[in-house]
Nanobody
Framework: QVQLVESGGGSVQAGGSLTLSCAVS????????MAWFRQDPGKEREGVAS????????TYADSVKGRFTISRDNAKNTLYLQMNSLKPEDTGTYYC?????????????????WGQGTQVTVS
């Protein structure tokens, strides 16, 4: 069983920082395209950032460019999202996702494995 578990969410004041982690068990992530998404109730899910297996291709939503950094440690089977200069509009449930089959590794890829989400609240 492949499982993705997010952690690191919480409440923070505007301008603050949080680091999210996504621990993967059941498989190695070294050949997986991975991404972070976020969603608030009543809103469409938004792709936040994506990262290719070797970190050679990284994408960000325009709304987070310059503030968020996606990274991965394949040896630790973990995906990270460093979030700086947080804004109230960053509030939402953040999900990590992974897929072993993809064409271009960005947020439009079909992700097959999802975590349960972690809540981020910025006030």
């Amino acid at each position: 069983q492949v499982q993705l578990v997010e952690s690191g969410g919480g409440s923070v004041q505007a301008g603050g920082s949080l680091t999210l982690s996504c621990a993967v068990s059941g498989t190695t992530i070294k050949h997986y395209c991975m991404a972070w998404f976020r969603q608030d109730p009543g809103k469409e899910r938004e792709g936040v950032a994506s990262i290719s297996p070797g970190s050679s291709v990284i994408t960000y939503a325009d709304s987070v460019k310059g503030r968020f950094t996606i990274s991965r440690d394949n040896a630790k089977n973990t995906l990270y999202l460093q979030m700086n200069s947080l804004k109230p509009e960053d509030t939402g449930t953040y999900y990590c996702a992974a897929t072993a089959t993809w064409n271009v590794c960005d947020s439009t890829a079909e992700f097959h494995i999802w975590g349960q989400g972690t809540q981020v609240t910025v006030s």
